[in-house]
Antibody, heavy 117, light 110 residues
Framework: EVQLQESGPGLVKPSQSLSLTCSVT????????WGWIRKFPGNKMEWMGY???????SYNPSLKSRISITRDTSKNQFFLQLNSVTTEDTATYYC???????????WGQGVMVTVSS | DIVLTQSPVLAVSLGQRATISCRAS??????????MHWYQQKPGQQPKLLIY???NLASGIPARFSGSGSGTDFTLTIDPVQADDIAAYYC?????????FGGGTKLELK
């Protein structure tokens, strides 16, 4: 069974970088697409981006200057880095497998990240 | 970006039919492929894929869930509603490379 698990700090200071890891079991990240979605307080959901089976990436233009998604295929993990965070980046962050780069069929449990000094 | 509009709340009785709508600001269909998908989310849990490409039931999802629509208007139907279905429901489009989500519809009991 495909399983995803996010990990990373729950508290980040403004202007710093947010770094999260998604560990995948039961499926190789060298197949399909893998990415990040966040849900803000108030329930708005935002697609952040993905990394493909080949290592190519696609990002939400609203984040393009601050976001980076990378991977370590030897550990079957992929990563999110979001730079220069503000309080508006406070959200629950989910990693997911994107089937055919169209929809998320497997999701992690999510990790809540608060940006605060 | 394509904006997806959902009604915030829908109140329904157990055993009845629930119809949740999602309207897109522009077509999310390419030829006969409707790039609209539906998720269920319960408090404290991750989203769960229910329907992909408008009308295809995801693996393990009960047949009381169904989806329909094309172009800009899409519907998720739950018939009959069971207690376990009380949750929030989100539509999501992948017609454009920047995916967007609807604001969610919270299904409540009457």
């Amino acid at each position: 069974e495909v399983q995803l698990q996010e990990s990373g700090p729950g508290l980040v200071k403004p202007s710093q970088s947010l770094s999260l890891t998604c560990s995948v079991t039961g499926y190789s990240i060298t197949s399909n697409y893998w990415g990040w979605i966040r849900k803000f307080p108030g329930n708005k959901m935002e697609w952040m981006g993905y990394i493909s089976y080949s290592g190519s990436t696609s990002y939400n233009p609203s984040l393009k200057s601050r976001i980076s998604i990378t991977r370590d295929t030897s550990k079957n993990q992929f990563f999110l880095q979001l730079n220069s965070v503000t309080t508006e980046d406070t959200a629950t962050y989910y990693c997911a497998r994107y089937l055919r780069a169209n929809y998320g069929d497997y999701w992690g449990q999510g990790v809540m990240v608060t940006v605060s000094s | 970006d394509i904006v997806l509009t959902q009604s915030p709340v829908l109140a329904v009785s157990l055993g009845q039919r629930a119809t949740i709508s999602c309207r897109a600001s522009q077509s999310v269909s390419i030829s006969s492929i409707n790039l609209m998908h539906w998720y269920q989310q319960k408090p404290g849990q991750q989203p769960k894929l229910l329907i992909y490409r408008a009308s295809n039931l995801a693996s393990g999802i009960p047949a009381r869930f169904s989806g329909s629509g094309s172009g800009t208007d899409f519907t998720l139907t739950i018939d009959p509603v069971q207690a376990d279905d009380i949750a929030a429901y989100y539509c999501q489009q992948s017609r454009e490379s920047t995916w967007t989500f609807g604001g969610g519809t919270k299904l409540e009991l009457k």
